[in-house]
């Protein structure tokens, strides 16, 4: 099962998400969906995606549907950027396969082992430390959601 969290920095023009456990296709379509309900959201929003939590049970294949799904739904009108943060060769390999598959030219996404160099790649002026503290929160209440289940 897959535990995700997510908060939206308006003034940063971010959506930071946290995610445990399993990382299947549908699971990861239901939590994406559920966030762009939110008032908050902008397609144009930047991303920080900490994967560093999960074992990864989504194939090659759901890569490109996960990619068919964003190009129908998620069309960005400007340049943003996706940090995909991991931890484990698998985590890397997965991600990099999903940064290959990419085909919005406006959405750019690299791959990084560290969250500060993916904060830095993000926004210099984005307060490291305040990033860091929001990523421990949201990585502490998935553990709590997953513990009362």
């Known amino acids: ?17 946290s995610h445990s456990g399993n990382l299947d296709l549908d699971s990861y379509i239901n939590f994406v969906t559920k966030t762009s309900n939110d008032p ?3 397609l144009n929003m930047n991303y920080y995606i900490d994967l560093s939590n999960v074992i990864v049970t989504a ?4 890569i490109k549907k996960y990619s068919d799904f964003t190009e129908d739904n998620f069309r960005c009108e400007r340049k943003r950027k996706v ?3 991991t931890n484990t060769p698998n985590q890397m390999v997965f991600a990099t396969l999903f940064k290959n598959s990419n085909t919005q030219k406006l959405k750019e996404i690299e791959v990084f082992s560290t969250n500060i160099a993916a904060i830095d790649w993000l926004n210099s002026n984005l307060n490291k430390i305040e990033i860091i503290d929001i ?8 553990k709590k959601i997953k513990q009362t289940l």
């Open 1 to 17: 099962m897959l535990n995700s969290n997510y908060i939206i920095l308006k003034e940063h023009n971010l959506l930071i998400e």
């Open 40 to 42: 908050f959201f902008c």
């Open 59 to 62: 194939s090659i294949d759901d």
């Open 83 to 85: 940090a995909l943060v």
């Open 135 to 142: 990523l421990t929160s949201l990585s502490n209440t998935a």
